[in-house]
């Protein structure tokens, strides 16, 4: 039978489901791809950016799946919408939505995906301190690249220009999405550990 200590160090995937096959990988990578394409259109409509749900459907996937499986997740979920199914924020799709204001975030989200699935797999993301230090860094890593996507699509701009459009707005919305994710993902934990199946 597993310890405590022994668990701590899976993703709720792994906890949940030990007898792991293709088929339960790609119904639930699938179900994610929708998931967070809904996440996505749940939206405040700004300019050049909303403000979406999307991040914290990535956030989601990573402390679901780990690195590796969430990172594949999030990278069908970009392919298909560069094959045109409306995945993206605004049911956009096509390489017009890589190249307009949201690309470096798109790009970003793969980063993130396999980062925070990392910190994940390494013991964090239990507890409440250990979720706002998951979060934040993934939050950097994600405005990283979509900060720079944003100041290439907008062109010769100061960089005060770039921050007041893809980041100051989202400041607030980033920080509820942080607190909720404080009071949900440690009982998703404590939740997973209680109902996880054991071995002989």
């Not at 919305?173 to 998703?188: E, N």
């Amino acid at each position: 039978m597993e310890t405590v200590n022994e668990l701590k160090y899976k993703t709720i995937y792994g906890l949940i489901f030990k007898q792991k096959n293709i088929f339960i990988d790609l119904c639930l990578m699938s179900f994610s791809v929708v998931f967070l394409a809904i996440l996505a259109n749940i939206k405040i409509p700004l300019w050049p950016v909303p403000i979406t749900m999307q991040t914290f459907g990535i956030f989601l996937i990573a402390f679901f799946f780990g690195s590796r499986k969430g990172l594949l997740t999030i990278l069908i979920y970009t392919v298909a919408g560069l094959l045109g199914f409306g995945v993206f924020t605004g049911y956009k799709s096509g390489m017009i939505a890589v190249l307009g204001p949201t690309g470096g975030y798109i790009i970003g989200f793969l980063f993130m995906a396999f980062f925070v699935g990392k910190m994940i797999e390494k013991g964090h993301g239990r507890t409440k301190k250990s979720v706002l230090i998951v979060m934040l860094t993934g939050n950097l890593i994600l405005y990283g690249f979509g900060l720079t996507g944003l100041w290439i699509f907008l062109g010769d701009v100061s960089l005060w220009t770039v921050l007041m459009a893809g980041l100051v707005p989202f400041i607030v919305g980033d920080v509820l999405k942080i607190i909720a994710a404080m009071a949900f993902f440690p009982w998703v934990w404590d939740i997973s550990q209680k109902i996880s199946p054991t071995e002989d």
